[in-house]
């Protein structure tokens, strides 16, 4: 397995997903979905397995750009964890691919991250 050279100019996310009382397959599809979903080139996301937590999401590095943020980039990223956190709720709760697309197209990572 090719492993990417970790880009901190870009902020990284860490996704921890609830797999209690789950199967192996049910947790490795879910965890897989996650990976899937949250693939972007402009952030980092790590999704981590947990029991007995709930799924949550937060972020880790805000990246060398955002380090010293503004409001602007501030309310950015709030706005950002606020959407990607209802996504996972969707994920979790079987919401249906379509449903999830049209979530992500209505906002843009490029836009929120590349101000």
């Known amino acids: 397995m090719n492993k990417e050279e970790l880009n901190l100019d870009n902020p990284i996310f860490i996704v921890y997903v609830n797999v209690d009382?789950?199967?192996?397959?049910?947790?490795?599809?879910?965890?897989?979905?996650?990976?899937?979903?949250l693939s972007y080139k402009n952030c980092?996301?790590?999704?981590?397995?947990v029991q007995e937590q709930v799924t949550?999401?937060?972020?880790?590095w805000k990246g060398k750009d955002h380090e010293n943020s503004n409001t602007d980039s501030?309310?950015?990223?709030r706005f950002l964890k606020e959407k990607m956190t209802n996504l996972m709720d969707m994920i979790a709760d079987g919401i249906s691919d379509d449903v999830i697309k049209q979530k992500l197209r209505d906002f843009s990572l490029?836009?929120?991250i590349d101000e």
């Open 21 to 37: 009382n789950m199967s192996r397959q049910t947790s490795e599809n879910l965890l897989d979905s996650y990976q899937k979903m």
């Open 44 to 49: 980092t996301f790590w999704v981590v397995p």
């Open 56 to 60: 949550k999401f937060e972020i880790i």
């Open 74 to 77: 501030e309310k950015s990223i």
């Open 110 to 112: 490029n836009q929120l």
